[in-house]
């Protein structure tokens, strides 16, 4: 009888017992074989594409091949490769929907230069005495970053090493002086 003839003859069980007891990928080619078609369908029936199936797929007999170990011979291999290939679907599918979120999600530097943008247009369009005004109201530390950044065009880098701050605080600051320097504004008559 030849070696394949031989692993043919052998169970799921015994495949996988063998393989834990010796790493050797003629029993792990055995057990690829006989459930390819199986994990890679149930890949597609998750992911809806033949491409990713294709790529988990891989994964998963990756997978099986590293913690064979951890099959102890209590279930039916296939039941123990069904719930590892479950599994890492599901995992895979939950990942893909947190990156997706990630990437839709807008992210708050974006929205405070949104803010910054609209904040510079109000700014541009006061007239200079009631802007003069409006700073002599606001705070000494509100008034300073707000001069260094528009009439000494400090970019946020300056600012960052000159507060000895990061970006988003920086950022921020400027968001909440902008902010009071508006309130200020609406309160001057002249």
């Known amino acids: ?25 003629l029993y792990f080619e055995e057990l690829y074989n006989r459930y390819e078609n199986l994990v890679y369908t149930k890949c ?35 039941t123990w490769l069904y719930s590892l290939t479950y599994n890492h679907c599901v995992n895979y599918i939950n990942r893909d929907k947190d990156a997706q ?31 003069k005004a409006a700073l002599e109201l606001i ?10 950044k528009y009439q000494d065009e400090a970019s946020i880098k300056d600012l960052e090493k000159l507060y000895e701050i990061g970006a988003s605080a920086v950022k921020m600051r400027l968001s909440r002086a902008k902010s009071k320097l508006m309130k200020a504004y609406k309160t001057v008559r002249i």
Request: net charge negative; proline share 1%.
């Open 101 to 131: 979120m990630m990437r839709n999600a807008t992210d708050t530097d974006d929205l405070l230069n949104l803010q910054s943008t609209e904040d510079e247009l109000q700014i541009q369009v006061m007239e200079v005495e009631k802007l």
């Open 139 to 148: 705070e000494p530390e509100d008034k300073m970053i707000l001069l260094l």
């Open 44 to 78: 597609v029936s998750f992911t809806k594409s033949k491409t990713v199936a294709q790529d988990i797929a891989h994964d998963i007999f990756l997978k099986l091949y590293v913690s064979i170990g951890k099959f102890e011979g209590k279930s039916k291999f296939s």
């Open 1 to 25: 009888m030849t070696t394949k003839e031989k692993l043919k003859s052998l169970t799921d069980e015994e495949l996988a017992m063998n393989m834990a007891k010796t790493l050797d990928i």
